[in-house]
């Protein structure tokens, strides 16, 4: 006997179908994207960074001029005489690094970021990775700028420093904070996106780098969730040049500060590898895994 599916009433919840139906809240094509970026227009100078201190220089640029902040500043664990323990060839650590002494950090900490609201647009996100040692002076100066914690984001990955009388550190924070908390971008790409984030460190051996480097597909999450092609990205801390080219590859500007001279040639090589671009895929054209499981269950 033939039995008929009965009718699904409106607002029943059938597992998994919005996970097949999941379309990012902005989407545009490699052409519409390399439209935005050529379409901007600016009073101050962009795609370039400055070697200087980044208090003195985001002093001097516009107001309300910056779409999105990522800063991964000094740790103030001094890394010098350390790159044994973290499989660091000395050999291959840019000379010049300048972290912050501990006793300092907290003033160093909150100059930087009093620097931020001026700059930020409306709609404006910043993305701020710390240390666990630290954490606390930059939650604190989050809270006294008035920007809004809108995620506290766990980075796990795959090393830490061995230990023998407390648990192994293998993990970053990333804090996502607005200035407008009822009125910021953020560009939902996955159904689920989870507030853990798994990437393994980066080791080039042979190639010589900053003592930390973010790894590129970590920098390129968050310019995909808190940007738009076009979009001008600030990083006071440049380090490596990670976020100019993650900028730079998905047609976004950047503007970029970094107090090490000796980092030059190497932010340099970075970028000129980088075609404009090239890490852009439309984002319905990527969907994550809770997607196209559902989607195969849906036949979608």
Known sequence: MKTTQPKESK????????????KPTKDWTIEEAASLYDDRIFTFEVDRIHFEDCIKGMSELPSECIDMLIADPPFGLNFGGMEPLYNRDSNFVAEGYKDVQLENY?????????????LLKDDAGVWIF???TNLVDILNSLKDNNLKLINHIIWKYQFGVFTRKKFVTSHYHVLFAVRNEKNYFFNKIEHYPEDVWNFKREYERGVKKNATKLPIDLVLRCVDFGSKPGDVIIDPFMGNGTTAIAAKGSFRHYIGFEINNALEDIINKGLNKTELGQHYI???????????KARRKFKS
């Open 130 to 132: 710390s240390g666990w």
């Open 106 to 118: 907290s003033s160093f900490t909150e100059k930087w970021i009093s620097e931020i609201p001026r």
């Open 11 to 22: 607002g029943t919840y059938i597992p998994h179908k919005a996970a097949a139906e999941f």
């Open 282 to 292: 439309p984002y319905s054209e990527r969907p994550d895994d809770l997607v196209l």
